[in-house]
């Protein structure tokens, strides 16, 4: 049965730091691209990082170049996003993605991050 699990998410302060985790079983974590999305109330869900198979490629969307980092351990099937300076606009529910050419695309159930004062 294939899981992504995020976890990591919580309430921080402007300019705080979170680190968000995305735990992946029943396929083959090391075949698959990997990204992280985010949906803010009243909004669409939009790309926030991706990540080769290999890690050898990252893309960043431009409102979070700089402060975010997108990184992976195929070893422990497991996705990173470390978020510094993080704003209020930060505010959404991030979600894990899995995507291979011509295969299933895989989703987590996502992790709230709110970041208020």
């Known amino acids: 049965q294939v899981q992504l699990v995020e976890s990591g998410g919580g309430l921080v302060q402007p300019g705080g730091s979170l680190r968000l985790s995305c735990a992946a079983s029943?396929?083959?974590?090391?075949?698959?691209?990997m990204s992280w999305y985010r949906q803010a109330p009243g909004k669409e869900r939009e790309l926030v990082a991706d990540?080769?198979?290999?890690?050898?490629?990252?893309n960043y969307a431009d409102s979070v170049k700089g402060r975010f980092t997108i990184s992976r351990d195929n070893a422990k099937n497991t996705m990173y996003l470390q978020m510094n300076s993080l704003k209020p606009e930060d505010t959404a529910v991030y979600y894990c993605?899995?995507?291979?050419?011509?295969?299933?695309?895989?989703w987590g159930r996502g992790t709230q991050v709110t970041v208020s004062a």
């Open positions: 993605n899995a995507q291979r050419l011509n295969y299933p695309t895989y």
């Open positions: 029943g396929f083959t974590f090391s075949w698959y691209a």
């Open positions: 990540i080769s198979s290999a890690a050898d490629s990252t």
